[in-house]
Nanobody
Framework: QVQLVESGGGLVQPGASLRLSCAAS????????MAWFRQAPGKEREFVAT???????YYADSVKGRFTISRDNAKKMVYLQMNSLKSEDTAVYYC????????????????WGQGTQVTVSS
């Protein structure tokens, strides 16, 4: 059974940093594309960043230059380092996995975590 478990969310002030973690189990992690999505209240879930098994990364324009996605295949972990956080980054952040290569669409992902709340507010 595939499980993705996110952690690291919280309440921070604008300009602060957070690192989200996602622990994966029940899948051959090194063969999966991993990604982060987020969903703000009243909005659709949106793509944030992805790192396929190739190691190449791809980001939404809204987070490019501020967020960094990385993966550790040995530990079956994926991370999202978030710097210079803004109020508009407030959302529930989800970890997701797919066998497809580097896709930014919600519908292309097979497995999801339960989400972790990130709130950016002064």
């Amino acid at each position: 059974q595939v499980q993705l478990v996110e952690s690291g969310g919280g309440l921070v002030q604008p300009g602060a940093s957070l690192r989200l973690s996602c622990a994966a189990s029940g899948l051959t992690f090194s063969t999966y594309t991993m990604a982060w999505f987020r969903q703000a209240p009243g909005k659709e879930r949106e793509f944030v960043a992805t790192v396929p098994w190739t190691g190449l990364t791809y980001y939404a324009d809204s987070v490019k230059g501020r967020f960094t996605i990385s993966r550790d295949n040995a530990k079956k972990m994926v991370y999202l380092q978030m710097n210079s956080l803004k109020s508009e980054d407030t959302a529930v952040y989800y970890c997701a996995a797919t066998r497809r290569l580097g896709v930014p669409k919600v519908s292309e992902y097979d497995y999801w975590g339960q989400g972790t709340q990130v709130t950016v507010s002064s």
